[in-house]
């Protein structure tokens, strides 16, 4: 361990020249969160003056990585020398202090005050306890106007009049204010900027790149990774799997590597003949989806695909009546049903396991057995009051059914594992008997073997003639479960593929490519040129 | 570690990576202290250890005259508490009970004294808190303002409609009347009516609670509204229904307030009535947050507070003393509660 460090005479300046040796090396990368391992022995090397693009499919581990990058995350094992020097950061803090920032895809900003006041959040020039304020407009005019933004924002404007745009560029002002910068990493920061705002962002990265920072870029989108990158590394199932220079490499082979995970569970079940259609969506449109016209079969599964922040949540919420729809209808067996709550969708037959099983699906401190027996109280009720003994029959036909472990039905739902927290809510449903089951991640924090007993739950369901909505964000989940899959993007559904065609290979690349990219999506660059 | 292999019982057939299956397997102790609970517990400790403290000093204590003054004593701040349980396991707050209640006092002597008639006095006090509750709900639930602001500012508005009606006096006299005599100096097979009202509307709302659907709605939304609502439960009609159900509470309680001083009383008796109700039902185990808490802790608490104030009374301590008492008892209550959930100690807790 080296002790003192003195970042001030390290300017990232002095590694102007490409070829150097890597500003930033990080070795052997493992963090773990309690049993669940995310990064196990990621290396990943930037140099100076050069754009490295870190690619890969949802739960990769590209976020945790800059998380630990950040030192927002402490790496249970593994080594990041920075500039020649081993470093560990134990905290946001120590990183920033060492030169690195890294810009998040959705920046922190505080509505009620001027941009400057969010630029120096934290480090607000004082005299005294006194602030001038024009001092701090000041000197963000400054900020801006080294960094070349002069044209984009004003130091003045309030927070909460910023476009998503200036937002992000808040954050790049909050990063680079203070100019000992070695190495910058952006967040899939083209999500919400449209065209020419993306192509102000890389000729502002191109301009870090000239001066000698190393930049660190993560992202989906193979067109402007193609644009903006020197080099590519990507990560799958928390782990370095290939890295190269762009020149070197193309589209189709980044997403073979992107894809291939390791198949663990059976998805054997029997692809039952679809039955009647049970639910019909046309052209569905809220705030957060677009013009969705799908339908599932009774006994079939169909599993929605895409990256995260691709409508699929909102999608499901929205079936289960808990977002306004704008146009568009929702029928049920034929019939059309307006969703205009919760209890509607109840009433038709639609059951929703949210992906965010802890605070939209589980009443914590309450019992496995009020848990399941939610929504069908009113039906166990004599005057009011409830029939314990059918209560209980009920519950423990269910928990036995789903194969929930417990000790006994009394038991409070925040003692049981994820696994058995998410047979919970799915058993909850069951109990409803209902006509559509959407299941939001099913086997999110779900151990290996709990995961397979939802699978196949998932395949009893169907068999029974239920319609199965499956959104999951792992792809092989999404092939061996579903008998068709649909792919969202940008809010709107951008591709279906059948079973027999389905790899992870083209659910993916339907997923992330640019190449049927939609007028609605804002981040397409007119750049033409890798297939 | 010389254990013999024997621990796990031999009909325990679960399979092993069944963690969960262990826990099964509880001592007496751990099963008794469950089935009670903890909280609950510590206050029959609490309390014994009170009334062993109080008793040692002045023997009368334990008199069965001063229970009855101490029964007496905590029957309208343990209907109170009964109804704000309610409140607070939707994850509520009503501060505005003690004006409700003296609202409810004063309609109740007024209409007895110009039509006659006592039950008729108390079914208007009854509506007159219902309506309360309602315009409590109705600006939480439409106007989305914070419950605690809301009856902050009804229970300066009832306040004030107390006394503009009542002129800032004592209204009517009941001491004459046989119905309200009753509920003051009564006994049931030797039980004080006062208290016997208290007990009764405690066993209701714990019946309802714990064995009815709306019982087990309720602890659903103060749990997890997000979920409740995604489950297709109608919130704001339980919301509503609960705000309503505290203001008939604290209209019974402002009718045993007129009983008990023979007159309709705008102030004396009700006000300072929240901190007390509120401080019983927080010691009683009710999470500020919702979701948690049961009438038995409640009660349990409402006779602690009861004790404590009777024991400081006897043994002659400065009146003063016991607001202390009080507030201390409120924040202790409550830091207690939080330490248990395990939230971090940054900013301004939730």
């Known amino acids: ?89 134990s905290s946001p803090f120590e990183a920033k202090a060492a030169g690195i920032r890294v810009i998040y895809q959705e920046p922190e900003i505080l509505d009620d005050v001027s941009v400057a006041e969010n630029v120096f959040i934290g480090s607000i020039p004082r005299h005294a306890r006194f602030v001038s304020r024009h001092e701090v407009i000041a000197e963000t005019q400054a900020v801006i106007d080294r960094l070349g933004f002069s044209s984009a924002i004003s130091p003045t404007t309030l927070g909460s009049n910023l476009s998503p745009a200036q937002r992000q560029l808040v954050e790049i002002l909050r990063a680079l204010k203070d100019d000992s910068v070695a190495v910058i990493a952006f967040d899939e920061p083209t999500s919400s900027l449209s065209e020419h705002e993306v192509e102000a962002l890389f000729a502002f990265i191109a301009r870090l790149r000239a001066s000698g920072t190393a930049v660190i870029y993560v992202s989906h989108r193979m067109k402007e990774i193609a644009e903006i990158a020197d080099r590519v590394a990507v990560l799958r199932d928390g782990q370095s799997v290939f890295a ?26 029997d692809h039952t003949e679809a ?65 205009r709550s919760p209890i509607d969708a109840v009433r038709a037959g639609i059951g929703l396991a949210p992906e965010e099983r802890k605070t939209e699906a589980l009443v914590m401190t309450r019992s496995i057995k009020e848990n399941i027996s939610l929504v069908v109280l009113n ?120 079973r027999a065609d389905a790899t992870e290979q083209n659910v993916l690349t339907l997923a992330i490519s640019d190449s049927l990219d939609l007028p609605t999506n804002s981040g397409n660059v007119a750049l033409e040129g890798t297939s | 570690m010389t254990i013999s292999t024997g621990s796990p019982s031999p009909t325990q057939i679960a399979p092993p990576e069944d963690k969960s299956g262990a826990k099964s397997e509880l001592s007496f102790a751990s099963k008794f202290v469950a089935r009670v609970g903890a909280q609950n517990l510590s206050l029959i400790v609490a309390l014994i250890v009170l009334a ?95 419950a605690v602001i809301a009856t902050l500012a009804t229970f300066a508005a009832y306040r004030g409609v107390v006394n503009l009606v009542s002129n800032g006096s004592a209204q009517g006299y009941t001491g004459g009347d046989d119905v309200f005599t009753f509920l003051s100096l009564g006994k049931v097979a030797g039980i004080p009516v006062l208290i016997l009202v208290f007990l009764v509307i405690a066993a209701l709302v714990y019946t309802m609670l714990t064995f009815t659907d709306i019982g087990r709605n309720i602890y659903a939304i103060g749990g997890n509204k997000v979920a409740a609502r995604l489950s297709g439960l109608r919130i704001n009609k339980y919301v509503i229904g609960a705000y309503m159900l505290m203001g008939v509470i604290a209209a019974i309680a402002g ?32 999470a500020l947050q919702g979701g948690k808490g049961s009438i038995i802790g409640t009660v349990l608490a409402v006779i602690l507070l009861g004790v404590l104030t009777n024991g400081l009374q006897i043994l002659g301590v400065n009146s003063f003393w016991q607001d202390i008492a009080q507030g201390t008892m409120l924040v202790i209550a409550v830091v207690i509660q939080q330490r248990r959930r395990g939230t971090r100690a940054v900013g301004l807790p939730d």
Request: negative net charge.
């Open chain 1, 1 to 89: 361990m080296n002790s003192t460090q003195h970042r001030d005479a390290e300017q990232p300046e002095q590694n102007s020249h490409g070829d150097a040796s890597p500003v930033l090396q990080m070795r052997g990368i493992t963090k773990s969160f309690g049993p669940i391992r995310a990064l196990s022995g990621v290396d990943l090397d930037v140099r100076a003056g050069e754009v490295l693009a870190v690619m890969g499919e949802n739960g990769a581990g590209k976020s945790t990585i800059l998380k630990i990058l950040s030192g927002e995350h402490a790496p249970s094992s593994g080594s990041i020398n920075l500039e020649g020097e081993d470093r560990t950061f």
């Open chain 1, 244 to 269: 190269s220079l762009m020149s070197d490499t193309d589209e189709s082979e980044m997403v073979r590597n992107m894809v291939g995970r390791d198949v663990f569970g059976a998805f054997d079940r």
């Open chain 1, 275 to 339: 039955g009647e259609v049970v639910l019909e969506v046309k052209e569905l449109t809220t705030a957060d989806v677009s013009n969705i016209s799908f339908h599932v079969r009774a006994g079939e599964v169909v599993a929605f695909s895409g990256l995260v922040g691709a409508g699929r949540t909102e999608l499901a919420k929205a079936l289960a009546g808990d977002a306004e729809i704008l146009s568009g209808t929702i029928s049920i067996a034929g019939e059309v049903k307006k969703l």
């Open chain 1, 379 to 498: 039906s166990l009720t004599r005057a009011r009051f409830v029939r314990r003994g059918l209560e209980s029959g009920l519950v423990a036909d269910y928990m036995k059914r789903l194969r929930v472990r417990a000790g006994s039905m009394d038991q409070e739902v925040k003692t049981l594992s994820g696994g058995n927290q998410q047979k919970v809510v799915v058993a909850r449903w069951l109990a409803r008997k209902p006509k559509v089951l959407i299941l939001d991640e099913p086997t999110r924090g779900v151990d290996v073997g709990a995961k397979a007993d939802i699978y196949r739950i998932i395949g009893e369901l169907a068999a029974e003639g239920i319609a199965v909505v499956v959104i999951s964000n792992e792809l092989i989940e999404v092939i061996g479960l579903a008998d068709r899959i649909l792919v969202m993007r940008g809010g709107e559904i951008v591709g279906e593929v059948a």
């Open chain 2, 52 to 146: 062993a403290a109080i008793g040692s000093q002045n023997a009368n204590f334990f008199s069965l005259p001063n229970m009855q003054v101490i029964g007496e004593g905590v029957a309208i701040l343990g209907v109170l508490a009964v109804g704000q349980t309610v409140i607070m396991l939707l994850g509520g707050l009503d501060i505005s009970v003690g004006s409700q209640a003296g609202l409810a006092s004063v309609v109740s002597a007024m209409v007895f004294t110009s039509s006659g008639s006592a039950i008729f006095g108390m079914a208007v006090a009854i509506v007159v808190g219902a309506v309360a509750g309602l315009v409590n709900a109705l600006i939480i639930v439409y106007g989305r303002v914070n």
């Open chain 2, 255 to 286: 009718i045993l307030l007129t009983a008990r001083t023979g007159s309709g009383q705008p102030t004396s008796g009700s006000q300072g009535l929240e901190l007390q109700v509120i401080t019983a039902v927080a010691l009683g185990g009710c």
